[in-house]
Every structure is written in C-alpha cells, then in structure tokens.
C-alpha cells in the first residue's frame, strides 16, 4: 500500500487542529475557480506576514492538482480489518527490520526516551509505519497537494491552515521550498508531520539549529515523542487497548485499525 493512503487517517486526528485565518475566496470543487482562489489567498497570506518572495517561490505558476483531490475521495486502507491492515503494513519481516532499526539507534532513541518519557519501541512503530523507517516520505510538492485541498470545498478551512503554516515554515528558513515534499495531503517527513504539527511539535534534538524531519533520526525520533507526551502520554504506562496512553495514539491517527497497529508493533518490539 503506498504511503500517501496510510498517512490518510492523521488529517483527522486532534494534533492538527488550529486557529486559523479566514478563507480566501471561495471554494470550488473544479478546476474553474482555482486561479481566482490562488491570488486572493496569496494576497491574504502577504497581509498575514508572510514575505511576498516566499509566497511567490511557493505558489507562483501553480494549477489545480487533480490527481490530489482523486486521491482524496479515493481513501481505503482504513477500511480493511484490523487482521488485514497489520498483515499488509507490520508484517514479521517489517517488525524484524524494526528491531534492527531499533539497535541501530539505540542511543539517540534512549537519550529521547529518557527526555520525553515515550519507550522507543513506540517511537520506532510509529517511524515503520508512517515511512518504512524513512524509506519513503512521499514525492509529491506540498504547495500543490494543500493548495488544491485548500481550494476544494470539503476540508478548505483545514487545509488553508496548512498550507498558510507551510508558507511560516519556508518563509522562517526551517525548510527549502525544493525539499517540502510529502504525501498527497501534505505530510513531511518520516513520521509525516503536517505543517502545523511542524510548527508546534518538532524539536531540534540534535543541535544544528533548526528541526530536520527529513534527514535527522535524532529530530524525528524527537519530535514524534514531544508530540505524544504533549498529548498527555503517561512515561512508564502500558500502551495496549484501553489504557490512557493507547488513547493518547488517537490524537496522532484516529482509525482504530492504525492505533491497534501501532499498539501491537510497539509491543512486538519488546520481544
């Protein structure tokens, strides 16, 4: 299954909730309207502060991507059993790569551990699942994925969040425009941050200045666990279904059958 359909359920979950600006012009849900919505929601985001040069580097020449919005209405991994979705996304030999990947990062993923109270084995299920341990983050440019989910009238104030929190983060330096790529709705980096989960939750763990979901282990591992402890993980607690932590997965992914994955992953983990 590729990525970009198993990243699918976060774009519900509670992390990414934001206050957020006004829509742009209005919505549509073809084609016809999108160049009148670009250049209201450029001159917005101007206004907001974001500097002209970054708006224009980001969504200049840009068009209505369709294939974003097919995949969209098109979602079905979460509705496989939980027996199917685990045989497809953790089978044995992805759990046994986990355990390597695991012991090869054993310091880093102790020294995080111990900082923020979520177990590695969590941090790396999470890591597997979302990327394959960084093997694919998805390739498709932000700007066009959230500009036309912005612009489609069934999540449009969401995704004009986003996309104005992706403008902050190239417009703040943190990253180039060129490296801003994702799944089809926008997610970054190897455990798919969404911008504005970016923006609140990411850490620079190790040292060089700036949050690096994409090449950084150190940050990633980091700043998957700051997002969890920031939603009331509980260091030392179970993680199995129907304690406080398992709870805690919904604010990272709502769809019961990527929670009971990540639960049973973690724990396979410990063997």
Same mark, same amino acid.
């Given at each position: 299954?590729?990525?970009?359909?198993?990243?699918?359920?976060?774009?519900?979950?509670?992390?990414?909730?934001?206050? @957020?600006?006004? !829509?742009?012009?209005?919505?549509?849900?073809?084609?016809?309207?999108?160049?009148?919505?670009?250049? $209201?929601?450029?001159?917005?985001?101007?206004?907001?502060?974001?500097?002209?040069?970054?708006?224009?580097?980001?969504?200049?020449?840009?068009?209505?991507?369709?294939?974003?919005?097919? #995949?969209?209405?098109?979602?079905?991994?979460?509705? !496989?059993?939980?027996?199917?979705?685990?045989?497809?996304?953790?089978?044995?030999?992805?759990?046994?790569?986990?355990?390597?990947?695991?012991?090869?990062?054993?310091?880093? %993923?102790?020294?995080?551990?111990?900082?923020? @109270? /979520?177990?590695?084995?969590?941090?790396?299920?999470?890591?597997?699942?979302? $990327?394959?341990?960084?093997?694919?983050?998805?390739?498709?440019?932000?700007?066009?994925? %959230?500009?036309?989910?912005?612009?489609?009238?069934?999540?449009?104030?969401?995704?004009?969040?986003?996309?104005?929190?992706? !403008?902050?983060?190239?417009?703040?330096?943190?990253?180039?425009?060129?490296?801003?790529?994702?799944?089809?709705?926008?997610?970054?980096?190897?455990?798919?941050? %969404?911008?504005?989960?970016?923006?609140?939750?990411? /850490?620079?763990?190790? @040292?060089?200045?700036?949050?690096?979901?994409?090449?950084?282990?150190?940050?990633?591992?980091? $700043?998957?666990?700051?997002?969890?402890?920031?939603?009331?993980?509980?260091?030392?607690?179970?993680?199995?279904?129907? $304690?406080?932590?398992?709870?805690? #997965?919904?604010?990272?992914?709502?769809?019961?059958?990527?929670?009971?994955?990540?639960?049973?992953?973690?724990?396979? !983990?410990?063997?």
């Amino acid at each position: 299954m590729r990525k970009a359909l198993v990243v699918a359920a976060l774009l519900l979950s509670a992390p990414l909730t934001l206050a @957020g600006p006004a !829509l742009a012009a209005k919505c549509g849900n073809n084609a016809a309207g999108f160049p009148a919505w670009l250049a $209201s929601f450029k001159r917005e985001a101007v206004a907001s502060g974001i500097s002209s040069r970054t708006v224009e580097a980001a969504l200049g020449g840009m068009t209505y991507n369709t294939k974003v919005i097919r #995949l969209d209405r098109n979602q079905k991994s979460f509705k !496989l059993s939980f027996e199917q979705f685990l045989a497809r996304r953790a089978p044995p030999s992805t759990i046994a790569i986990g355990k390597r990947r695991m012991k090869q990062h054993e310091v880093v %993923l102790d020294r995080v551990e111990r900082k923020y @109270g /979520v177990p590695k084995e969590v941090i790396v299920s999470i890591w597997g699942l979302e $990327s394959g341990f960084g093997g694919f983050m998805g390739d498709i440019p932000i700007f066009s994925s %959230l500009s036309a989910l912005a612009y489609d009238c069934r999540r449009s104030a969401f995704f004009t969040n986003e996309l104005m929190s992706a !403008l902050r983060i190239a417009d703040r330096g943190q990253m180039r425009i060129s490296e801003m790529k994702g799944a089809w709705a926008g997610e970054i980096g190897q455990t798919q941050f %969404l911008a504005s989960s970016y923006e609140r939750f990411a /850490v620079d763990f190790d @040292g060089d200045g700036r949050p690096n979901l994409i090449r950084s282990p150190a940050d990633v591992f980091a $700043s998957t666990a700051n997002f969890l402890r920031q939603h009331g993980w509980q260091k030392g607690g179970d993680w199995s279904p129907g $304690s406080s932590n398992y709870a805690v #997965l919904r604010d990272w992914n709502r769809a019961e059958v990527y929670r009971r994955t990540i639960a049973h992953f973690a724990t396979e !983990l410990t063997k």
